[in-house]
């Protein structure tokens, strides 16, 4: 399917445990993004990306890391969950720099 | 720091009306781009209006138009006609290249209910 997909769409897990969150395009957009969103706080950047190899902290990266050894992946891990960590998690691409950004369903991650 | 404000964290407004949601930023850039994006309860993220600072001329998307004050620093999102699918968040994000990063920048957020 074309478009952005992210999986899996709701995670369960407990506080300490590494868990990835995948996000996956088939545009081949250049750029990447992973927000979190939580109420209160609207978006928030975790970390993003200008190409495969290249990727750069955003407002909140403590306690996750990102690859993007492909164009078209950009997994999220978080290294040893914590509860502050629950949220919506949202990948977004964009073709070209400030061009319309597409965002991914979410992903709902509980931490418990 | 690049920062996005939105003060009104609710709003609401009845079915065929107009409503302005408020966005304010604060960058020292001079070149950059503004978006307002919907997020209705489905939580898919759609686009619905961009406007890029160096025109002049305010965007318009159907029945969403923007009133662009630059000097100000000012992104206002008019809904005219309102219908009970606009029920939405509504987010403005701003974006420039700089040395401290070129992602979306999004305010908290504006929760709008249309009513019948």
């Known amino acids: 399917d074309a478009g952005i997909t992210q999986s899996p769409r709701y995670k369960i897990t407990e506080t300490g445990r590494q868990v990835t969150l995948m996000c996956h395009q088939t545009?081949?957009?250049?750029?990447m993004f992973w927000y979190r969103q939580d109420l209160g706080h609207g978006l928030r950047l975790i970390y993003y990306s200008a190409a495969a190899d290249i990727t750069d902290k955003g407002e909140v990266p403590d306690g996750y890391v990102v690859s993007r050894s492909k164009t078209e992946n950009f997994p999220l891990t978080l290294e040893s969950a914590t509860r502050s960590q629950t949220s919506v998690y949202f990948c977004?691409?964009?073709?070209?720099?400030?061009?319309?950004?597409?965002f991914g369903q979410g992903t709902r991650l509980t931490v418990v | 720091a690049q920062t996005v404000t939105q003060s009104q964290p609710e709003m609401s407004v009845q079915e065929a009306e107009t409503v302005t949601l408020s966005c304010t930023y604060d960058t020292s850039e001079s070149n950059y781009y503004l978006f307002w994006y919907k997020q209705p309860p489905s939580r898919q993220m759609i686009l619905v209006i961009r406007?890029?600072?160096?025109?002049?001329q305010n965007a318009t998307e159907n029945r969403f138009s923007v009133n662009f004050q630059k000097a100000a620093k000012s992104f206002s999102l008019k809904i005219s006609d309102s219908q009970l699918g606009d029920t939405a968040m509504y987010f403005c994000?701003?974006?420039?290249?700089?040395?401290?990063?070129?992602?979306?920048?999004f305010g908290k957020g504006t929760s709008l209910l249309v009513t019948p």
């Open positions: 977004a691409s964009q073709g070209g720099f400030a061009t319309e950004a597409f």
């Open positions: 406007q890029e600072a160096y025109k002049q």
């Open positions: 994000a701003f974006m420039t290249s700089s040395n401290s990063g070129y992602a979306l920048n």
């Open positions: 545009w081949s957009h250049s750029y």
